[in-house]
């Protein structure tokens, strides 16, 4: 017998629960629920979920500090889902630890996309997985080998590096500080351009069309996601 995933979902509005209670039942997951951030802590510890829905908006504190408690002891899937928009709650959020965000309104389909992906990359990370494969693209990740439609592609030391980093975090959004701090160092947390133009450079040499790029996704004023299949 399959074990469902479980997922908890917190959120102060009983709408939106009622609402992910049925839509996600629907398709076979378990869920969980809480109103505020006292019982989702209290939730998560007791009956570590497999992943968490969590709004920012609160009656007892912002969703921030649920995340930073959370990855005090456990790296599960952390997908915000929030009413706030700003670009600075996103980088936030995804610098803490939160693996996606979802603003409201949404769509439920965009949603279920977003939960499936944030498990499969916490299931590639946890496998650590030698070999990456993600449409045309697989990289060897022991002999550093890039291939395109089976046919290798060079790329500099630097491209290499980003691409690593990207990998290893298939599926989620990485932060432009993120992405400078963990391939140039805290010195370069603020050199955005310089990140754009070596991502243009991995789009150039990896992507079918490099001005429509269905690889390497941009995440517009927060950071990059390399899609997984």
């Known amino acids: 017998?399959?074990?469902?995933?479980?997922?908890?979902?917190?959120?102060?509005?009983?709408?939106?629960?009622?609402?992910?209670?049925?839509?996600?039942?629907?398709?076979?997951?378990?869920?969980?629920?809480?109103?505020?951030?006292?019982?989702?802590?209290?939730?998560?510890?007791k009956d570590k979920p497999d992943l968490v829905i969590l709004d920012l908006g609160l009656p007892d504190g912002e969703g921030f500090g649920v995340i930073e408690q959370l990855r005090l002891s456990s790296q599960v899937p952390i997908v915000i889902l929030s009413v706030r928009n700003d670009e600075q709650g996103k980088v936030r959020a995804l610098d803490l630890g939160a693996d996606d965000y979802v603003t409201k309104p949404f769509g439920m389909e965009e949603l279920m996309a977003r939960i499936r992906t944030a498990l499969r990359h916490r299931l590639q990370v946890q496998g650590e997985a030698p070999l990456f494969r993600s449409g045309a693209l697989s990289v060897d990740l022991v002999r550093r080998v890039v291939t395109v439609a089976d046919n290798e592609v060079k790329l500099s030391a630097k491209e290499y590096d980003l691409l690593r980093i990207l990998i290893a975090h298939a599926g989620k959004v990485l932060t432009h500080g993120f992405l400078l701090k963990e391939v140039w160092g805290p010195a370069h947390a603020e050199d955005v351009q310089y990140l754009r133009v070596?991502?243009?450079q991995l789009r150039e040499k990896l992507e079918?069309?490099?001005?429509?790029?269905?690889?390497?996704?941009?995440?517009?004023?927060?950071?990059?996601r390399l899609r997984l299949d």
């Open 198 to 200: 070596y991502i243009r």
């Open 1 to 45: 017998m399959t074990v469902p995933i479980h997922i908890l979902v917190v959120d102060d509005e009983p709408q939106i629960r009622r609402f992910l209670r049925t839509s996600l039942g629907a398709q076979g997951y378990r869920l969980s629920e809480a109103s505020n951030a006292a019982d989702a802590a209290s939730i998560a510890e």
């Open 208 to 224: 079918a069309d490099p001005t429509r790029p269905q690889l390497i996704l941009t995440e517009t004023g927060v950071g990059y």
